[in-house]
């Protein structure tokens, strides 16, 4: 499909799904950004997700985010219970100014549903010359590690870095060991996952995608990474003053869809605190880290991909599910 | 040793090498701390290596840190080539106060040879009712992800969350697969490290950490603890404005101590961003995450060793060695 029908098949979907113009506009640019990038468990993939829950009355398809400064350095967005993209894309132009203006600012988004990337604020924020970072914790699927019973979500945590003049450095990575989506995606397609993904039911390691869906993932690295799981946790539900992922799920209707929750996001001006220079000093490292062999530049991937053409492979059976949800 | 020894011993070794009355005492603290909490590769450990620098005059016994608000919300600190300590009891009261008038500040520590621990200034954070969150990187000794050559520090990254009324819950991690100095203690008593933890020198994985020490450290948690280790060094060097690791190895004079770099440190108020009713929140994740079979929360261990009378256990020859330094 083209990313003009891949635009328009999203848009009718959430038009005739009771979303109205602002709230469309904001989930289709969402959508297609993701399978631009072919972030595919972001894109179409979410889809059925998303109507779910404006049909189960759940999310609210008219939502009108309000966006405070509750001080000059924290940007506070209420998303009035709707889906994320709307009150991100209301939110992120007070945080790029707060962060120009003081050098460092912070977004708190509460009572929406994130159920997309992170990558596309943080790298609207490096867009503008500012680092990005952002975290949501989302459903408990995910042992602390040394457990076997969940509690953390996948708690992704996206970095940008702003390189004027090129693409940023950006990771958008679950702190699980696999993002559940691309779990998902294993155990829709019948691929084996790799031991440490996750347990089973009954606490046993596993290569079945789907025994790990009914069981826990893991964090990825242990110990460590359990602990960058937990500062999502803390940042994305105990900073905002949302839910954490274990009241998430006790909060939500079970219809399938997102669950409520909150994100975190911060964003820092490297020319205010490391002045004029920054950016050459900084492409030093750039060109010293890609010297490696054997390395590569996070988000580089996927930036490449965004310019390759305006065509993508959409998985058929998806296509098909969403045409079924336009009556 | 008693604590009051090891204090006595430090305070004796730093006067005796030219250290003035506020370097040494703010040096003093930060060894006892680490000897007090068993944090043993940051306490006396140390001492050879600060004395080191101090000889050759790469480092300044009597620095005096300089403190500017750059914003409202940046303190940046100056540390006039001295060691991090001072520079960080001065700087720190300064970053408390911004972050409690704007929810969130940043400190940046410039100019100083960071050679401790990080969680005392997060734990210090903590202990005012802020989430600290600091990282440094250091000598490029880690490999990233799909690389054998070294571009990364240890590249450690702490991060404190306040409970009032209990100690606040603390990680402080290499984001190596093992700090240097556990690699460092393993080579002095013999014992093998687990694989994973490095290359040697020909980019072989090995267990023997003498040859990792002449090889390279690999990151934790793969691709995606090289991300993380990435952003440790982008914010301490990069948002700094001071060496990134290969530029300290490249200014550093070889004497064998701390190289020159830089610190982040953020802080931000629970209080203002998440409202009353913060603490209580977030004390009900920690009883689910502690109800956990298998768990343990970061920082707990430090802590309970922390309240266990004042003796400590000391390597019988490194005691001598700082005697020896005396003269």
Not at 196 to 225: H, M, R
Not at 281 to 304: N, Q
């Amino acid at each position: 499909m083209t990313l003009n029908e891949i635009e328009n098949l999203a848009r009718d979907v959430f038009q005739a799904n009771g979303c109205d113009h602002s709230n469309t506009e904001a989930l289709v640019r969402a959508i297609v950004s993701a399978e631009r990038d072919c972030s595919m468990s972001h894109g179409l993939f979410r889809v059925p997700g998303y109507i779910t829950s404006l049909r189960s009355g759940k999310v609210s398809g008219d939502a009108r985010p309000v966006v405070k400064a509750a001080t000059p350095a924290i940007i506070a967005v209420d998303g009035d219970n709707g889906y994320a993209p709307l009150a991100l894309e209301l939110g992120l132009p007070r945080l790029a100014s707060a962060a120009k203006e003081l050098g460092i600012a912070a977004m708190t988004i509460a009572n929406t549903y994130h159920f997309a990337a992170l990558w596309p604020e943080t790298e609207a924020l490096a867009e503008q010359g500012l680092v990005g970072l952002a975290c949501v914790c989302h459903l408990p699927v995910v042992a602390p590690a040394g457990g076997s019973e969940a509690l953390f979500g996948t708690n992704p945590i996206s970095f940008a870095w702003p390189r004027p003049g090129r693409t940023p450095m950006v990771f958008d990575m679950a702190t699980s060991s696999m993002a559940q989506g691309e779990v998902q995606i294993a155990a829709r397609d019948g691929h084996e996952v790799p031991i440490g993904t996750g347990l089973s039911a009954d606490g046993e390691a596993t290569t079945d995608p789907k025994k790990v869906l009914e069981g826990v993932l893991l964090p990825f690295g242990g110990y460590k990474g359990s602990a960058i799981a937990m500062m999502v946790e803390l940042l994305a539900a105990g900073i905002v003053g949302d839910n954490f992922s274990y009241e998430a799920a006790e909060n939500d209707n079970g219809d399938g869809g997102p669950a409520r929750g909150g994100e975190f996001i911060l964003a820092i001006s490297p020319e205010r605190l490391a002045g004029v220079g920054w950016a050459d000093h900084c492409e030093d490292f750039f060109k010293r880290y890609m010297s490696i062999d054997g390395t590569r530049l996070p988000g580089a991937r996927r930036h490449k991909i965004r310019s390759m053409g305006d065509t993508r492979h959409v998985n058929a059976a998806l296509v098909e599910e969403i045409k079924s949800l336009l009556d």
